[in-house]
């Protein structure tokens, strides 16, 4: 892996921009929950996954590590999941940054090693601003320091799926490319992405995971 293949994104000057993803990572904090390199093998698919601010488990407790269950059991090809290691910490100034390295060069060193290979890219609460990030969604491309998915990649990745995303309670969306293969699941009540009342909706999503998976194998 290399930086000369790797779009850096500085800052930008569209300071009202920054200041939407600088509110919406504010409400993640609040909202939110507390052995691993790249992922090995040459997979039909492999899924990657930003989990929440503090999120337990490993894929993540509340939408990575049951998600991937469904997934692995109901889709009709073989699977691996990577967890995209970044501090998951609104503490830390460059940690949604800091995952959109981890996730951008974890892929671009799959995509090396496994050519056949093609990706799900999952995000959770700050991990959804991470994977907006790693697919150059408008609002994120005023955060410096933003890594991004080369287009040449972009065909690589089947689907998107994005759970108590933050940049939907304030209408952002993925990049037009990426918008026919994601899917953006919003619990009620969900404070994050709905400006609910419920914080304990924002880590219920178990209702989704089925149809996530049939947006997968819809894709395949």
């Given at each position: ?5 790797v779009i850096r994104i ?14 919406a990572?504010?409400i993640g ?6 052995l ?9 698919l492999d899924v990657?996954?930003?989990r929440?601010?503090a ?14 269950a ?5 889709l ?14 609104l503490?830390?100034p460059?940690?949604?940054s800091?995952?959109t ?9 799959q995509?090396a ?19 907006h ?18 287009p ?10 994005l759970f ?5 309670l ?5 990049a ?14 969900d404070?994050?992405?709905?400006g ?10 178990q ?14």
């Amino acid at each position: 892996m290399t930086n000369r293949r790797v779009i850096r994104i500085g800052a930008r000057h569209a300071a009202r921009a920054l200041s939407v993803v600088l509110l919406a990572m504010g409400i993640g904090t609040a909202m939110s929950p507390g052995l691993t390199a790249w992922a090995r093998g040459c997979a039909t698919l492999d899924v990657v996954i930003a989990r929440g601010t503090a999120e337990p488990g490993h894929l993540g407790a509340a939408i990575g590590d049951p998600l991937y269950a469904v997934l692995s059991a109901q889709l009709p090809v073989d699977t691996t999941a990577h967890r995209v290691e970044y501090p998951a910490d609104l503490l830390v100034p460059t940690s949604i940054s800091d995952g959109t390295r981890a996730m951008t060069g974890h892929l671009l060193a799959q995509a090396a090693a496994c050519p056949g290979q093609r990706f799900v890219l999952v995000g959770y609460s700050q991990g959804a601003l991470v994977t907006h990030g790693v697919l150059g969604s408008p609002a994120t491309t005023v955060v410096p320091g933003m890594w991004v998915l080369p287009p040449e990649l972009s065909s690589r990745v089947v689907a998107v799926l994005l759970f108590g995303d933050p940049l939907r309670l304030v209408g952002g969306t993925v990049a037009p490319w990426y918008a026919d293969r994601t899917a953006n699941y919003c619990a009620a009540g969900d404070p994050v992405c709905a400006g609910g009342v419920f914080p304990a909706a924002h880590g219920s999503y178990q209702w989704a995971f089925a149809a996530a998976a049939g947006q997968v194998n819809s894709r395949l």
